[in-house]
């Protein structure tokens, strides 16, 4: 049952961002509201179901973190594309490793300020 309730609550989610990415112009913007807003959002709310509110928060914040993080690889990945003549594949891995760096620290501030 729970299988089926992630189904039609994702797919649900996931249709409403992809109608809100047609309305959306500059068109180029339009895939910001692809995957991860609605995964997200589907999972937070399938996570309040299941483990409660509190639980949820947690994750939530996780998810703010990671995606401050992401933003940083987004910066990172640019620079070096727009400057250097790297692989955009080497420039890639470089920003994964920046994204994780970035990612973990938030997670190891958010439990110290936490505990």
Known sequence: MDLLWRFLLGGAV????ALLGDVVRPRRLAGIF???PSVALATLAL??????????????RSM???SLAFVLYVCFAR???A???????LVSLA???V?????????????HLTT
């Open 99 to 111: 994204w994780a760096v970035a990612a973990l620290a938030a997670g190891l501030l958010l439990q």
């Open 64 to 66: 703010v973190l990671s």
């Open 79 to 81: 620079r070096l594309l």
């Open 34 to 36: 692809g995957g991860a």
């Open 95 to 97: 920003g994964l490793a």
């Open 83 to 89: 400057t250097a003549r790297w692989s955009p594949v």
């Open 14 to 17: 996931v249709s409403a961002f």
């Open 47 to 60: 996570t309040i179901g299941t483990s409660g509110v509190t639980f949820a928060a947690l994750e939530a």
